[in-house]
T-cell receptor, first 116, second 110 residues
């Protein structure tokens, strides 16, 4: 496997279900991200992990819970979601050097989530 | 709240023409700018980044940055139908964060 992988690629869940999205990066990067992409809206940054520490939580509802056990893996745990949470969830990774201006992020293929 | 503005398009150009995609940003402190291409149903793919004022060329792509005007553009020379996609502009002004525009849809007709 190369690059950034995500599983599952498609997920349909009811509002009472609990599911998890998985992301794995094979690029040797030290930062990982979750984004939400909805129709006709810009990519929305949800969470950032750098060196396995969460450095940003962009006012995301608590029904989304991230987990980063190591620098290569990132999870997004989902519970009691709403239909408006249906979207494409993208994982990305980058190599952070601690200086601004260097932030090339590489995206995984995404998980298309539908909440019924 | 940082903002990145792009015309949603679609921008239609004939094959072989130059496509010009534009983006403005609100944060004067932004230092790095990125262009991503996203095909329908796919994830964004990084195609160019630029940090300094002026032009940066990579094959058929040229990124232009004007920090005084807070303006970034992407030129695609000799446009091909395979260039038809949504182009996302992003600025990286802080550690580990990017702010994206909504994207401009480009349609290249044969």
């Amino acid at each position: 496997e190369t690059g950034v992988t995500q599983t599952p690629r498609h997920l349909v869940m009811g509002m009472t279900n609990k599911k998890s999205l998985k992301c794995e990066q094979h690029l040797g990067h030290n930062a990982m991200y979750w984004y939400k992409q909805s129709a006709k809206k810009p990519l929305e940054l949800m969470f950032v992990y750098s060196l396995e520490e969460r450095v940003e939580n962009n006012s995301v509802p608590s029904r989304f819970s991230p987990e980063c056990p190591n620098s290569s893996h990132l999870f997004l745990h989902l519970h009691t979601l709403q239909p408006e949470d249906s979207a494409l969830y993208l994982c990305a990774s980058s190599r952070e050097t601690g200086t601004s201006g260097t932030n090339e992020q590489f995206f995984g293929p995404g998980t298309r989530l539908t909440v019924l | 709240q940082k903002e990145v503005e792009q015309n949603s398009g679609p921008l239609s150009v004939p094959e072989g023409a130059i496509a010009s995609l534009n983006c403005t940003y609100s944060d004067r402190g932004s230092q790095s700018f990125f262009w991503y291409r996203q095909y329908s149903g796919k994830s964004p793919e990084l195609i160019m980044f630029i940090y300094s004022n002026g032009d940066k060329e990579d094959g058929r792509f040229t990124a232009q940055l004007n920090k005084a005007s807070q303006y970034v553009s992407l030129l695609i020379r000799d446009s091909q139908p395979s260039d038809s996609a949504t182009y996302l502009c992003a600025e990286g002004g802080g550690y580990s964060t990017l702010t994206f525009g909504k994207g401009t849809m480009l349609l290249v007709s044969p």
